[in-house]
């Protein structure tokens, strides 16, 4: 059997795959659906300093194979997470990592300072939203290492940020981020997208843009890593987007992966998790490969 375990940065992860923010709720939430063991890690759902409402409904909606969703991280902000959802942690056989948004540097901090506090073992910061009034901060080299220094300089633990396909130069992005103390990088969050209802002439989100997700995006996803992964061989990266296969892992790693996020497939197969490292397993016996880590960055060109 192949050696699945996998180190993203300083930090150990049993599988490569990682449960991706807001498709597993707090985690918690979803631990009677399925069995976190199979996961290396699991992401909660971002949140902020302050509660935040979210958007008015529709929030999410189906656009061919993928998925639009404009939920505007709804969220009990910080201090009502730690004290309702920390406690239930020691029920989830995986570590469960935090989230943070914000709309300021310093509420990102705050917020990162929150999840350290209650011991919780990494923080990805979500600089992509692609569902917030305002900028993304992941647009921007300059803004984005803003916001990780800021996180940076009030927590230890290892930190990721999270960047989007949208950036026009995703790996002057990247580089900014770990010049400012991000552990690895998350390629990437959502692809900003629309979809209008024919017969209603209404938009599918009440918001109109917001996050398009799920196996269409994954030639997006997979491009930013390649891109990524060429110019700053030495940055770990979270491949994210469109994974519902173990092929589709050892796809990502071979761009220079050394894990995998899945989150809409978690909408249509809740435990898709287990099927996709048995097909890893399965996939990686036929290929000849002991050790899934030894894939990273080995696409031939
Ligand atoms: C309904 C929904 C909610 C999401 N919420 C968050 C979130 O709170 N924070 C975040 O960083 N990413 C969020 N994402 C983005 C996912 O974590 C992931 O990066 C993205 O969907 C691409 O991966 P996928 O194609 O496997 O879904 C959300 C995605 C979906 C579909």
Not at 22 to 44: L, M, N
Not at 161 to 188: F, H, Q, R, Y
Not at 202 to 214: A, D, E, W
Not at 215 to 222: M, R, Y
Request: contains cysteine; glycine residues 12%.
């Amino acid at each position: 059997m192949a050696d699945l375990s996998v180190g993203l940065g300083p930090t150990v992860l049993s599988t490569p795959l990682v449960a991706a923010a807001g498709t597993v709720g707090s985690v918690v939430d979803f631990t009677e659906v399925t069995d976190f063991s199979w996961y290396g890690a699991a992401v909660a759902k971002s949140v902020s300093g302050e509660p935040w409402t979210g958007r008015p409904p529709p929030r999410v909606g189906p656009a061919g194979v993928g998925m639009l969703n404009g939920i505007g991280i709804q969220n009990p902000g910080i201090d009502v997470w730690v004290e309702k959802v920390v406690p239930e942690l020691t029920t989830v056989p995986t570590q469960v990592w935090g989230s943070a948004g914000g709309n300021t540097p310093d509420e990102f901090a705050g917020v990162a300072a929150g999840y350290a506090g209650a011991g919780l073992p990494a923080i990805e910061i979500n600089l992509s939203c692609p569902n917030l009034d305002g900028h993304m901060f992941a647009l921007s080299p300059s803004l984005a290492a803003e916001v990780v220094s800021a996180v940076r300089a009030e927590v230890d633990v290892p930190i990721g940020a999270k960047l989007s396909p949208n950036s026009e130069d995703i790996v002057s992005v990247a580089a900014a981020c770990a010049d400012a103390g991000a552990d690895w990088v998350v390629l990437t969050n959502t692809a900003w997208g629309a979809g209008i209802d024919i017969h209603t002439r209404r938009p599918t989100l009440s918001g109109v843009i917001g996050g398009y997700s799920g196996i269409p995006i994954k030639p997006l996803a997979l491009r930013c890593v390649i891109e990524v992964h060429r110019a700053l061989p030495d940055l770990p990266i979270l491949g994210c987007g469109g994974i519902a296969s173990g092929e589709d892992v050892i796809e990502y790693f071979l761009a220079g992966a050394s894990a995998a996020g899945i989150g809409t497939i978690h909408f249509a197969e809740p435990r898709a998790a287990k099927r996709i490292i048995k097909e890893l397993e399965s996939l990686l016996r036929r290929l000849g490969v002991t050790r899934l880590a030894d894939l990273t960055g080995a696409m031939e060109s």
